[in-house]
């Protein structure tokens, strides 16, 4: 039986300064961030204490050194829809809250965009005349250098970690022909890769390994970091660091859903006949990211070619059937799962026969649907740097000159609900009682993270409540408390008796 | 399983996923294209004025 598919999303925004290209990235993140904080009542700093990237999910730990980067601790806030906010690596970073469903995810995913969006306006006026801080949802800057979105999924501490790995490859290196961001061009040094005038992935170019810990460089497919952010003996956090930045709410609705789905079935043991195991993962990711017309095939290790749509359809077969057994509640409601499983086999057909149809829906059509009217239309070259042009803006969450704004995508999300979720946490995980304690009390938290709260009630010492169970603290376990009290005092006191 | 197939049959109020109309896909196809044109029409007052210095000067550090 498969545990609840908690999960949700971390992103890196690219960022420059229009009119000040030198600017330097890590200030102007600090500053867009300040400026959103700043707007709002009160701040309250996340607690670094049971960070731990350096652990792996193999079974052993390294200590710093190998190009791992800790946290710059430059600036770090908690939002009271229990998202965080802050600067990592030269980029501002948005990590939604613990989500309980796909549907879930993406709205909290989107509402980390509309707090860049305000975050912009916010700096705009912090900034000389002239200047403009501008965010970008993108992973590449088109020169080689790449920034991460990331997933993350609650999973069962049971399940081996090398069957994680062998189902869920196949299932990762082909599912870029649905969730793809699509890219112009390709940054790969390699001589195959300068016929590559448009791909399905912005990230494909940037994997060199099958298994690994890094994530900034020698980035792996499958990341084995071990923080789990939990109970660590019932649960894994799986970080998955292959994705792109989708703008697309289908998009990224299919990348959650699809996923928790896959992995579902391997907690069950359910993907034990797929057979499809891949002769060379790495090179097999970017065979297929730079085939937009999806027709090229693979190698597997038993000698088959298969296509990237053919393995997606082995694992739509294996959810079909898996569904009649296991049902859907695991994706936290009853909606969700049928509504993906639909989506899946429509997306999957459409591709087969014609993925311009789906230009309305996928980012990577979406794009290069544009590119290419683009490019015919005024009969250019296609090195063009309009052409690269437009992939950028795309990307560019400015309402006024985000080109994925002005096409007609089908939405699955309204503006006020969007709105809503960038102040009030879901109800359905710990979330709920990490944001409603910081909209409360915020004069009386000193610090918070994933799995703990720590009060400062004014008398020695600081109080820390642990949220080790991804689970509890929801509304329905906290909600009539935390209406209940009127201070952190009274609240922290129900808490231990 | 008996209490699963039920939690699975028993239909939820919570319409989370709303699922418009799907149009034929040779008919949303032309549509689609439709709509491009109208966007192609008007792309060119929303792009960045100087594409090649706009693409230069997009530098990023590295991430995760």
Known sequence: ?497 | MAEREQVRKSSSTRPEVAEEEATPSAERSDQLKAELDDILDEIDEVLEDNAEEFVRNYVQKGGQ
């Open chain 1, 1 to 497: 039986m498969p545990i609840p598919k908690v999960l949700g999303i971390e992103t890196e925004y690219g960022i420059v300064v229009a009119g000040a290209p030198e600017a330097n990235p890590i200030s102007t993140s600090s500053t867009l961030i300040n400026a959103y904080v700043a707007g709002l009542a009160d701040r309250v700093e996340w607690d670094f204490v049971d960070e731990s990237p350096g652990v792996d999910a193999r079974g052993f730990a390294i200590d710093g050194g190998s190009g791992i980067e800790l946290d710059t601790h430059l600036v770090n806030a908690v939002l009271t829809n229990g998202a965080r906010l802050y600067v990592d690596h030269a980029h501002p970073e948005y990590s939604s809250p613990e989500c309980i469903s796909p549907s879930q995810a993406l709205l909290y995913d989107k509402a980390g965009e509309e707090v860049m969006v305000r975050a912009m306006a916010s700096a705009r006026r912090l900034l000389p005349a002239g200047q403009e801080i501008v965010v970008y949802k993108n992973n590449s800057d088109r020169k080689g250098n790449s920034y991460g979105c990331h997933e993350n999924y609650l999973v069962d501490r049971e399940v081996p970690f090398q069957q994680l790995v062998k189902e869920l490859v196949p299932f990762f290196v082909t599912r870029q022909v649905i969730i793809g961001a699509g890219k112009v061009g390709s940054e790969f040094s390699g001589s195959k890769a300068t016929d590559v005038d448009f791909q399905l992935s912005q990230r494909a170019d940037f994997f060199e390994e099958e298994v690994g810990l890094e994530t900034t460089l020698k980035r792996p497919i499958i990341n084995t970091r071990d923080e789990p952010h939990s109970d660590g003996q019932r649960f894994r956090r799986l970080h998955v660091i292959l994705g792109d930045a989708n703008l697309s709410e289908r998009s990224t609705w299919l990348k959650l859903g699809l996923t928790a789905i896959v992995l579902a079935m391997i907690e069950d043991g359910f993907l034990q006949d797929l057979k499809i195991e891949l002769a060379d993962p790495v090179g097999a990711l970017r065979e297929i990211s730079w085939d937009p017309t999806l027709q090229r095939s693979v190698l597997l290790q038993d000698g088959r070619r298969i296509r990237a749509l053919e393995v997606q359809y082995a694992y739509l077969e294996h959810a079909l059937e898996y569904v009649e057994h296991f049902g859907v509640s695991y994706l936290g409601n009853e909606t969700d799962g049928p509504a993906l499983l639909e989506e899946w086999g429509r997306v999957l057909q459409a591709l087969d026969d014609d993925p311009m149809t789906l230009a309305d829906t996928l980012d990577w059509v979406a794009k290069w649907q544009l590119v290419r009217g683009y490019q015919e239309r005024h009969q250019i070259e296609v090195g063009d740097p309009r052409l690269a042009a437009i992939d950028l803006q795309y990307h560019d969450l400015r309402p006024e000159r985000s080109l994925f704004r002005r096409l007609p995508m089908r939405r699955m999300l309204d503006e006020t609900t969007v709105s809503w979720a960038t102040s009030n946490p879901p109800p359905d995980t710990r979330a709920y009682f990490r944001g409603t304690c910081l909209a409360k009390f915020p004069g009386s938290i000193a610090a918070a993270n994933w799995d703990s709260i720590i009060f400062d009630l004014g008398t020695d010492p600081l109080r820390r409540v642990p949220m080790m169970d991804p689970l509890r603290g929801t509304e329905a376990h906290v909600g009539e408390l935390l209406r209940r009290v009127h201070s952190a005092q009274e609240l922290v006191e129900a808490l231990g008796s």
